[in-house]
């Protein structure tokens, strides 16, 4: 059974409390086990964490007894504040579904992980919770580090287990083995409020919020040289021309390139902009994803390699140290990055980041490098006339290449 709906959207509450959640989108549903995966199947809800996996199908993996399911909250992607918005904004959404995936799956104990700020929201809905009597099971809040890689699956879990918090070998899925050995289901935040309406107004309801054939809606951040920025709900299929038009209001004359998903995401350049859509199929073509759904606006006033540069070098800064390629491989291509965007001179070192990203790829023990030579690939690509100016010395947006030391 289904709910009716005018305006039912991920951040359509005026209030974050219980009563204005209630009054808006109803009680939270319970039907028996099964049907919630069916509904996602026919939904076509993807995960909303960055790999944008199909959420019936990572149910359907659970296998054993005594699962355990987390809600991974933690944000560590600089330029994404959608989960934090959301749990301040919609927690009990957020709460709704982790119970609704909990009462799936069997399981008895929920986790919720995220930022000690976001935390402050989520006890204050918790207690609404039990003062308005509502039987489910416990959900322990675990406190995420800040730090690019604590969102992880396998580094949620191990901060949970009372671990460092980095990746770990990611051989054994964690719906087979996670949490102390336990079969875990860990789903982002933003993913678990989209379970919450779907389960409320049904799966054609959520597929006609999409545009172009695609389904449902997303949480994006909008930064950069705009005039809007922030978290707002997009329908999924839009061109990103339109998106960037619509939603951020760019304050540039013109645009350079877009840059979507966040630094493990990829640029876009200005030009592709009108035919490509906000879906993981349009974006795979120009070498970008939703990724940590992320809208940055690059115009002409700044250097897209300088801005690549300083985003490697945080990423090779923020590895968890424990591989080859977060050791040794990472720093050098920052490095060789940042010659090319910030020092002039004949022999700069193009050939060697392309070695280096090759020599990178696959090796690492999680997916931090991978997604970092992605990103380094993305740049040395739209940034091609940069490349060559860059190489005399120059620079578009008209300040000189220092020299080489």
Known sequence: MTTEST????????????????????HNPRSSRGTLSRQLADAGLLGKGGAAFSTARKLDSVTGRRVVVIANGSEGEPLSDKD?????????????????????????????????????FLRNALQERRTAGLTEPLVTLVASPKTFISGETSAVVGTIEGRAPIPRDRSVHSTVAGLNGRPTVVHNVETLAHIALIARYGPEWFRTRGLGGASGTTLITLS???????????????PLDQLVTQYSRPDTPSIRAVLVGGFHGGWVDAQDLP????????????GASPGAGVIHVLGHARCGLKTSADIVEYLADQSARQCGPCINGMPRMARALSDIAYRSGAAHPQESIRYLADLIEGRGACKHPDGTVRFVRSSLRIFQHDLRMHAAGACEVGTRIGAAS
Not at 89 to 98: M, N, Q, S, W
Not at 224 to 238: A, F, L, R
Not at 275 to 286: Q, R
Request: hydrophobic share 45%.
């Open 224 to 238: 950069g040289d705009v005039t809007v920025s922030g978290v707002v709900e997009i329908p999924m299929g839009i």
């Open 275 to 286: 035919t490509t859509t906000m879906t993981t199929t349009a974006l795979a073509t120009v």
């Open 7 to 26: 305006d039912a959207g991920l951040l359509a509450a005026c209030s974050p409390d219980l009563a204005t959640h209630t009054a808006l989108h109803g």
């Open 84 to 120: 934090a918005v959301l749990l301040e904004r919609a927690p009990h959404l957020v709460l709704d579904g982790l119970q609704l995936v909990a009462h799936e799956c069997g399981s008895g104990e929920t986790y919720l992980y995220a930022g000690s700020q976001q935390l402050h």
